[in-house]
């Protein structure tokens, strides 16, 4: 059960991260667009999803806790990958807030 719940969080992961960096880059198309404040929201939005199904799936495994993960070609640990998608969260609502 437990090497079950450790691949399958470990998958999930993976998963998330891809979806973080191509909502990164999507999000990254639509600054430098000048996008309406309305699309940076959804992305925000979707940037903040991610965020929480993070912090719910590394709660839920230590394994996965102590594993590291490779995002946009860095290796990250659970610490490095939390505080990097939280810094997009605020960096992307600190440009909201200027529109």
């Known amino acids: 059960m437990g090497l079950f719940n450790a691949m399958s969080s470990i998958s999930k ?3 998330l991260l891809k979806d973080l960096e191509n909502q ?5 198309s639509q600054v430098q667009r000048n996008a ?3 699309t940076l929201l959804n992305s ?6 991610i965020h929480q199904e993070l912090l719910d799936t590394f709660g839920n495994s230590s394994a996965a806790r102590s594993t590291t993960f490779t995002v946009f070609g860095d290796r ?3 610490h490095d990958i939390l505080m990097y998608s939280k810094n997009l969260v605020y ?3 600190a440009i ?3 529109k």
């Open 13 to 15: 992961i993976n998963s």
């Open 24 to 28: 990164v880059t999507i999000t990254q």
């Open 36 to 38: 309406s404040k309305e």
């Open 44 to 49: 925000l939005n979707v940037l903040k999803q």
């Open 76 to 78: 990250m640990s659970m």
């Open 91 to 93: 960096n992307l609502y």
């Open 96 to 98: 909201i807030q200027t």
